[in-house]
């Protein structure tokens, strides 16, 4: 009997100890998220209010695509930049003066490399460059960044949504090279 309490007693207060603490650490953790849910919330509205709206809604639609095409590029991930180049073409067709973006964009669909895909990228960004320069933007702000190294130090520039630079010419390699040189408002 005292060998059954010896084993019994030291497990019972190892599993009351847990109990309790797991309990007290649940509490902890549920508040920190709701706090954490709550900041994530914040923040994303923060995001949304600062979202860049351009003033034409089909080159605003393009230019979605386009984000997603450059974050694809940057992630030197070239599916995801085809099926995003996919929709920029098809959504470009719909644009007066969008030829050269959607014939760049079924460069980057047809491309069997990331560098080729990244080649056509240039001309797609900066037609869209020019595209959105002319149509204007109804709110928020987006930025022109440069990378002087890509192609052989010919350089090679893109828009972003964010002053942050994270370069879709050398992606993991180079994910931080380049500057904003223009702001488009």
Same mark, same amino acid.
């Given at each position: ?12 207060? /190892? ?63 070239? /599916? ?106």
């Amino acid at each position: 009997m005292q060998h059954l309490l010896k084993t019994v007693i030291p497990f019972a207060a /190892a599993l009351i100890i847990s109990s309790c603490g797991g309990n007290s650490s649940s509490e902890n953790k549920a508040g920190t998220t709701d706090s954490h849910d709550h900041a994530a919330t914040e923040q994303m509205q923060s995001t949304a209010s600062s979202t860049p709206v351009l003033k034409n809604d089909k080159l605003n639609a393009v230019y979605q695509h386009y984000i997603h095409l450059t974050t694809a590029l940057t992630n030197d991930d070239m /599916a995801e930049a085809k099926v995003a180049a996919n929709a920029i073409e098809a959504g470009a067709k719909d644009i007066d003066g969008a030829n050269t973006i959607a014939s760049a964009a079924s460069k980057i669909t047809a491309a069997s490399g990331i560098e080729a895909q990244r080649a056509a990228y240039e001309t797609l960004s900066n037609n869209m460059t020019a595209l959105i320069k002319k149509e204007g933007l109804s709110s928020g702000e987006l930025y022109v960044a440069h990378c002087p190294m890509a192609f052989n130090d010919k350089g090679a520039s893109w828009i972003s949504g964010s002053k942050e630079i994270r370069n879709p010419y050398f992606g993991e390699k180079m994910l931080g090279c380049g500057e904003v040189q223009e702001t488009i408002k």
